[in-house]
């Protein structure tokens, strides 16, 4: 394995994409859904970025990269046409010791991104450790039918169990196997027909006629 797998946490760090085109737009916004605090550096930056920008959401700076961008930041993402440039964020981040991705040149990151799944909390990443990224969509358009939000809807639940189980009982393992009950109850495939009725029998077969669904999910 060529790469150290992790879910990094963003969550109101300082972040910085270099570049405004579909691309850095692209990264931009999956940073901004993981909460990161997000500057951008470009010349010229897309319409929706623009909109970004007018909301409040990002902080944008219409000009070239410069060095002391990355002052104070967490993380940078280059994604500019310029090699050079690219080049020059890479070199600038290993100096101050800050996380770097630069678009489609892996020799030049301390850290790729993998093709995401997504349903709700639930994500799946897939990496190819950069061979073949085209590969990594395939298998991701497959994985986006297999996993639906019905796998939201569960993972949804069973937090909302796990934090309430944790209040009222400091037993791991008790609490261990009763996750495993309710697993193999088939909640999942109940999620995916819509049964909800069914799921609050579970529920309370399971884990007692106090818990339901109105209770733990609102």
């Given at each position: ?71 104070g ?82 993972l ?9 189980l ?34 609050d029998n ?17």
């Open positions: 394995m060529r790469y150290y797998p992790v879910n990094l946490d963003v969550q109101n760090k300082d972040c910085l994409v270099v570049g405004g085109g579909t691309i850095g737009e692209r990264k931009a916004k999956t940073l901004l859904s993981c909460g990161a605090t997000l500057s951008i550096v470009s010349p010229e930056v897309t319409p929706s970025l623009e909109e970004l920008a007018s909301a409040g959401e990002v902080h944008i700076e219409y000009r070239s990269y410069l060095p002391s961008d990355l002052n930041k967490f993380l940078v993402i280059g994604a500019t046409a310029d090699e050079g440039v690219n080049r020059q964020i890479s070199q600038d981040a290993a100096s101050k010791g800050i996380l770097c991705n630069i678009v489609d040149r892996p020799e030049s990151c301390t850290f790729v991104l993998p093709a995401i799944v997504e349903q709700g909390d639930l994500t799946v990443a897939i990496s190819t450790s950069n061979k073949s990224p085209a590969l990594a969509k395939r298998l991701r358009r497959k994985l986006e039918k297999e996993f639906g939000p019905e796998y939201g809807q569960l949804s639940l069973m937090g909302s169990v796990r934090r309430r944790i209040a009222e009982n400091d037993s791991p393992e008790a609490n261990k196997a009763k996750f495993e009950q309710l697993l193999d109850t088939n909640l999942l495939e109940l999620f995916r027909q819509g049964r909800m009725g069914d799921i579970k529920l309370k077969e399971v884990l007692g006629k106090e818990y339901n669904l109105q209770s733990l999910l609102h």
